[in-house]
């Protein structure tokens, strides 16, 4: 049966450890069992050492931390707990480990903003944060917080950076109308000086011809003027 189960387990390439899946019913008889197991673990809970009442409050904890993996194959419902086992220190060599190949093998960069990289990390936090709550719940659940805060702090950047890279396209976008109009008004305020060149020339000429008519006319008085003195 542990063959099978490992062949079912989903491809997801993560640092997290599972133990092997299980099969879960998922009929109205086989639900009515689950709820009949249910009633009846209070009554064996009362039985059961304080170890053991520990060990089910970790595993509730763990599935609330890391919630269980469901998928469907050939009809059947399999279920993927996190492991409940305790990490000794050659597990965390080896989470170490794990970590640096999978960030090798899918070429993650070591500087800037990496999803990749994001992702990986994330899931030896998740792992370590399980080896954690094993131990000491309360350390775990502190942990969780932690998490949770920075994916809030994360989203919140994402958000305000995507909202800053749109208000900067609407400023690019409002800059490029604007420079358009600029250069419009530009060229028109070009052509009225062109025009207004155009009459300073005119008026220009016409002041000269003005000048030259009444020069003339101004000789020709004083030359009459002459000739009827001399006359």
């Known amino acids: 049966m542990a063959t099978a189960a490992e062949r079912l387990i989903p491809d997801t390439s993560t640092l997290v450890k599972y133990d092997n899946p299980i099969l879960v019913t998922k ?15 209070p009554t064996r809970a009362k039985s059961a050492p304080p170890t053991a009442d520990a060990k089910r409050e970790t595993e509730e904890i763990l599935n609330g931390i890391l919630p269980p993996k469901e998928w469907e194959e050939d009809g059947q419902k399999w279920r993927q707990q996190v ?27 070591e500087t800037g903003i990496c999803p990749v990289r ?6 030896c936090f998740d792992e370590l944060i399980r ?5 000491c719940a309360e350390r775990g659940l502190l942990l969780l917080r932690v998490r949770d805060e920075m994916r809030m702090t994360m989203e919140a950047y994402q958000s305000l950076y995507c909202s800053s890279i749109a208000f900067g396209m609407r400023k690019s976008l409002q800059s490029e109308q604007g420079k358009s109009d600029l250069q ?24 000269e011809q003005n000048e030259r008519r009444a020069s003339e006319l ?13 006359f």
Request: hydrophobic share 25%; glycine share 2%; charged share 40%.
């Open 131 to 135: 080896q954690i709550t094993i131990n």
């Open 218 to 230: 101004r000789q020709a008085e004083e030359k009459k003027h002459t000739e009827e003195n001399q």
């Open 184 to 207: 419009n008004e530009f060229e028109q305020v070009k052509e009225e000086k062109v025009e207004l060149e155009h009459q300073l020339a005119e008026l220009r000429q016409k002041s």
């Open 118 to 123: 994001r992702e990986l990390y994330t899931q």
């Open 83 to 109: 492991s409940t086992a305790p990490a000794t220190r050659l597990d965390v060599v080896n989470l170490q480990e794990q970590l640096d190949m999978r960030l090798q093998q899918r070429q993650a960069r």
């Open 27 to 41: 009929h109205d008889e086989k639900k009515g069992e689950q709820k009949s197991k249910a009633s009846a673990s």
